[in-house]
C-alpha cells in the first residue's frame, strides 16, 4: 500500500519504520529539508519530500505534525488527495480534531498511538514503538466503515493494541491518566520553587530522590505540550481538575481532623487499586 506520513517526528518517524518493514511504500512530507535528508538516511521513507504534492499517490496519509498544525495540514492535503484515499492522525487530543477534520474530509479516522518518549524531531524515531501499546481509534458514525477497517489493518499491523471509543470518551480518558498528571506535577514542581526559606529549598533539591523523580517527570517535560493538551482538551481537563481539587481537599481535611483511619483506607483502596491502570 501507499502510505503517507505528513510530519515525520518521533512519532511520524517511528511510523514510517515499522509500516516500511511490513512491505507498505512510505512517502514522507515534512517541513525542514534537512529532516527529509535524514528521514531517507535512517530509511523509515522510501521516498519523501517537502513538497505536499509528493502525496497524490497516497491511498492513506497519517498526519503526525504538532497538535496545532492537524487541521490547517489536512486543509492543504485535501487539495492534492484523490477522493478514496484516506485521513487519519496520531494528535493526542481528539474532539476538536475530529470535528473540524470530518467536515473537510469524509474518510477520516481520528487516531491516538498511546506510545511515545520525551524526545522530539526525526532522530528521536524508533523501530517497534507501537508493539502492545494501545492505539485509540475514534470513528463516528458518519465516519465510512471502509476506511475505519484500512486504518485498522495498518494499525494491527504495528502489533498495536486496538481500542475504539467516541472522541469525547478519548478525551476524557487521557484527561485522568495523561493529561492531569501533567497539570497536578507541574504544580508539585511551581509549589516546592515557592518555598521562601531558601536554605530549606536548597536542602530540598539536594534531598531530591526517586520519589520526586516520579512525580515531577510529566510536569517538568515540554512546556508546548502541556499548553496543547490544556488548549485543546480544556474542557475534560477542567473537570477532572475540579475532580482532583476535590480529592485533594477532602484529603486535608482528613488530615486537619487527625482522620488516620479515613485517610488509611483510602490509601489502602489506592494501593490495591492502582495496578488496574498499569
Ligand atoms: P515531533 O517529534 O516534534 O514531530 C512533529 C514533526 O512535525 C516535526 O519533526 C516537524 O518536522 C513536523 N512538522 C512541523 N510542522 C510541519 C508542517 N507544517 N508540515 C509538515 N511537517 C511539519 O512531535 P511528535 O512527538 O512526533 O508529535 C506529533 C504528533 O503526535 C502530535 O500531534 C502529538 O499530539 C502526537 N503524539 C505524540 C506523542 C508523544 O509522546 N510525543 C504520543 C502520541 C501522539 P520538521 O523537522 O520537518 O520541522
Not at 52 to 67: D, H, K, Q, R, Y
Not at 140 to 150: F, G, L
Not at 221 to 230: D, F, T
Request: aromatic share 6%; charged share 20%.
Amino acid at each position: 500500500m501507499n502510505v503517507g506520513i505528513l510530519g515525520l517526528g518521533l512519532i511520524g518517524g517511528s511510523l514510517g519504520f515499522d509500516l516500511r518493514a511490513c512491505g507498505h511504500h512510505i512517502i514522507g512530507v515534512s517541513h525542514r529539508a534537512s529532516t527529509i535528508e535524514t528521514a531517507l538516511a535512517i530509511g523509515c521513507v522510501d521516498q519523501a519530500s517537502v513538497d505536499i504534492n509528493i502525496l497524490g499517490a497516497a491511498e492513506v496519509v497519517f498526519i503526525c505534525t504538532p497538535l496545532g498544525l492537524i487541521v490547517p495540514t489536512i486543509e492543504q492535503l485535501i487539495t492534492v488527495l484523490p477522493q478514496t484515499s484516506v485521513i487519519t492522525d496520531v494528535g493526542s487530543v481528539k474532539t476538536p480534531i475530529v470535528k473540524a477534520s470530518l467536515s473537510l474530509w469524509q474518510n477520516f479516522v481520528g487516531g491516538h498511538p498511546m506510545a511515545g518518549t520525551e524526545a522530539s524531531g526525526i532522530e528521536a524515531a524508533l523501530k517497534d514503538l507501537f508493539v502492545e501499546k494501545p492505539y485509540v481509534l475514534t470513528p463516528t458514525p458518519t465516519t465510512p466503515a471502509s476506511a475505519t477497517e484500512v486504518v485498522s489493518k495498518l494499525i494491527k499491523q504495528l502489533n498495536s493494541n486496538i481500542y475504539y471509543c467516541t472522541p469525547e470518551q478519548h478525551d476524557r480518558a487521557v484527561s485522568w491518566i495523561s493529561h492531569l498528571p501533567v497539570m497536578v506535577s507541574a504544580s508539585l514542581i511551581a509549589s516546592c520553587l515557592e518555598e521562601k526559606d531558601l536554605e530549606v529549598l536548597e536542602l530540598a533539591k539536594n534531598l531530591a530522590s526517586s520519589g520526586f523523580k516520579d512525580t515531577s517527570r510529566v510536569g517538568g517535560g515540554n512546556p508546548e505540550l502541556g499548553v496543547m493538551m490544556a488548549k485543546y482538551n480544556r474542557e475534560a481537563l477542567l473537570k477532572s481538575m475540579h475532580q482532583y481539587r476535590h480529592k485533594f481537599d477532602e484529603i486535608i481535611d482528613l488530615i486537619e481532623q487527625k482522620n488516620w483511619t479515613h485517610l488509611e483506607n483510602i490509601l489502602k483502596s489506592n494501593q490495591q487499586r492502582r495496578p488496574d491502570f498499569l
